[in-house]
């Protein structure tokens, strides 16, 4: 207990060190985990024995909670709606690499039952390091993003076959050997992860039954599975309520997730595919939210030791042994993986950034090609040095990925005016009103603006939302509203308002400035997104600026107010002195404002804005003694 103790002391405390500074850098904290991983292991030797597999396997379930997370956010009918993109996208992407790197190792002289092995293995990319990352991003939602989720949801999907077949494999040179040599083998030159995997743990009793006998109890856990999360869930989830203790409903949420992954391990099944399976069941039951925040943190904790795992377990001796051979077949690998992603993005017809995120992201070996490599050592597929590489290969491609989701940023910075900015619509019609952005807060002023019989010409840049808008049945055209030649196209030398709804602040002050330059007395309506950016617009010539959090939020305190005892009508009437109110002093501080100086360094401002604020304290206490007076009065008499 005590070394086990230390070993988790130190790699918390590189954790803490590292990941900071590599998020600051930008680098993400995938790179900082790995770095942290590769400093207390290769580097200082602090981490290594028994105790650093125990960590490594504890922290394996990460992975498992990671995939119970995302199946609890993605509706059955969602998993349904994803049915082509999973076997056409995915399904594509696996058979052609395994296929690739096959042809391409019987070249360099294996078999073609270990050439279809190691494509097996290196076909499947790091469900972990990607969705991370893509998570930090914020690109999950996004095209590129949601294809590659479908195609890592496939490659999870894909172990169970691999795993029933690798068996049909075994050397008959190797066979004769024994798995207990093939596994000892592994532990040489696994780096760490050639050490048994949790996977493989239970074995025993499965092996000696048929196919068909595996097959039927495959069926029969996953069966098991829905069945429990449709029947059971309810139940001893109102069980665990009536307790009235919080950590229950931690315990209940991680005896599913463990209890789930044991189930599948016992059956030589991916676990994570099982926890998986249990989260998409569970995506509709009222307990989600529920269960989703009991395990978020396990899982943010688990997986950021098993990237410092993955950076520990790198082999550095083998490595420097020969440099560049392991060095350029890793690239090797990710090149060809690369070549087939990009060949499918563009028969999938995914375009600019959505294409280099989707073949950059999928590019590396995985986590789950240390189970495959492992497996395959031990049912005496692979010979034991080439098991070896194999392992250092998947781990020095996961440790080059977060540099790749470098490159595509710096991709996506020369190709975004070239993306974003399509062939802007032929404006064929024109009115008084001209709407500039169509966003959230655009939408709402252009559908009350319809309601009241008037028809304004909405522009927008984003190709998606003026689709969307129009299969609505909301007219708008796609273009850039800060290029002039697209304002006078939508009617600028003759329209009474417009209104600049841009969610980009620096583009919404520019068409303002603009068309206050080009119609002196066009009524600009314009969307504010802070106090600063007020006075930008209103320096800029805008006549009405609207906050978008601001009116919102008064409604919310007058809703507070009457909750407190006041009536609806003193409630409004204080909402209304208080809009007044900052009306006034928005106008007056406006001219203090000075571009470019803080608020915090501007003391004119600042003196200025404390006195106004007294000012309407005091207002508004004495506005709420002179509306008490009838009462009292009345109570009096």
Do not use: C
Not at 542 to 561: N, P, Q
């Amino acid at each position: 207990m005590e070394s086990f103790l230390a070993q988790a002391t130190i790699y918390f405390g590189a954790a803490v060190l590292a990941v900071p500074v590599a998020a600051r850098l930008g680098l993400g904290s995938v790179l900082g985990y790995l770095a942290a991983g590769i400093l207390i292991g290769p580097i200082t030797g602090l981490v290594g024995g028994s105790e650093a597999q125990q960590i490594q396997h504890f922290a394996e379930f990460g992975v498992v909670m990671m995939l119970f997370l995302i199946g609890l956010e993605l509706d059955p009918r969602a998993l349904w709606a994803m049915r082509h993109k999973l076997i056409g996208l995915g399904g594509l992407q696996i058979l052609l690499t395994m296929g690739a790197i096959m042809a391409g190792g019987m070249v360099l002289g294996l078999s073609w039952s270990v050439a279809l092995a190691v494509g097996m293995a290196f076909s499947l990319s790091s469900t972990a390091i990607v969705l991370q990352t893509l998570s930090e991003k914020g690109l999950m939602q996004t095209r590129g993003g949601r294809s590659t989720f479908s195609v890592l949801l496939t490659q999870d999907i894909a172990v169970i076959p691999m795993l029933a077949l690798l068996p049909l494999l075994a050397l008959p040179s190797l066979a004769s050997h024994g798995a207990g040599d093939a596994h000892h083998g592994a532990d040489a030159h696994g780096a760490g992860h050639g050490a048994e995997h949790p996977s493989l743990a239970a074995f025993h009793f499965i092996d000696n039954l048929p196919a068909w006998g595996v097959t039927g109890l495959t069926l029969i856990a996953v069966a098991g599975i829905v069945l429990a999360g449709i029947y059971l869930t309810r139940p001893v989830f109102s069980y665990i309520h009536q307790t009235r203790m919080r950590e229950m409903y931690t315990a209940l949420a991680l005896l599913i997730v463990v209890g789930i992954a044991s189930l599948m391990l016992l059956l030589n099944l991916s676990p994570a595919l099982g926890a998986f399976l249990a989260g998409v069941v569970l995506a509709n039951s009222e307990f989600r939210h529920e269960i989703e925040s009991d395990i978020a943190p396990f899982k943010g904790l688990l997986l950021g030791l098993f990237f410092i795992t993955v950076g520990a377990g790198i082999d550095f001796q083998t490595l420097f042994s020969q440099p560049f051979t392991l060095l350029g077949a890793t690239l090797a690998v990710m090149v060809t993986k690369g070549l087939v992603l990009y060949g499918l993005a563009l028969l999938f017809g995914l375009t600019g950034r959505h294409r280099w995120l989707f073949t950059l992201g999928l590019a590396q070996a995985g986590e789950f090609g240390f189970v495959l490599v492992s497996f395959a050592l031990q049912q005496s597929v692979l010979p034991p040095d080439l098991g070896g590489q194999l392992f250092l290969i998947i781990a020095l491609s996961m440790l080059l990925t977060p540099l790749f989701f470098l490159i595509y940023e710096q991709l996506a910075r020369r190709m975004k005016d070239v993306e974003e900015i399509h062939e802007p619509d032929d404006i064929e019609a024109q009115g008084p009103i001209i709407i500039a952005g169509v966003g959230r807060f655009g939408q709402v002023v252009n559908r009350m603006i319809m309601m009241n019989g008037y028809r304004a010409t909405v522009l927008d840049h984003d190709l998606a939302t003026i689709r969307l808008m129009r299969r609505f049945g909301f007219k708008s055209f796609l273009g850039d509203p800060t290029r002039p030649e697209l304002l006078h196209a939508a009617g600028l030398k003759n329209a009474r308002v417009m209104v600049v709804a841009m969610d980009d602040k620096d583009a919404s002050s520019k068409i303002v400035a603009y068309a206050r330059k080009e119609r002196p007395d066009l009524f600009i309506v314009a969307r504010a997104h802070d106090r600063v950016h007020v006075y930008e617009l209103y320096r800029a010539g805008a006549d009405k600026i609207v906050r978008e959090m601001f009116d919102s939020s008064l409604r919310a305190a007058r809703y507070v107010l009457e909750e407190l005892g006041l009536s609806e009508y003193e409630a409004a009437e204080s909402e209304k002195r208080f809009y007044h109110h900052d009306r006034r002093t928005l106008r007056e501080l406006a001219d203090l404002w000075k571009p470019g100086v803080p608020l915090a360094e501007n003391e004119a401002y600042i003196a200025r804005a404390k006195e106004l604020n007294n000012e309407m304290e005091t207002q508004m206490v004495t506005a709420l003694d002179q509306s008490d007076k009838p009462s009292t009065e009345k109570e009096s008499a």
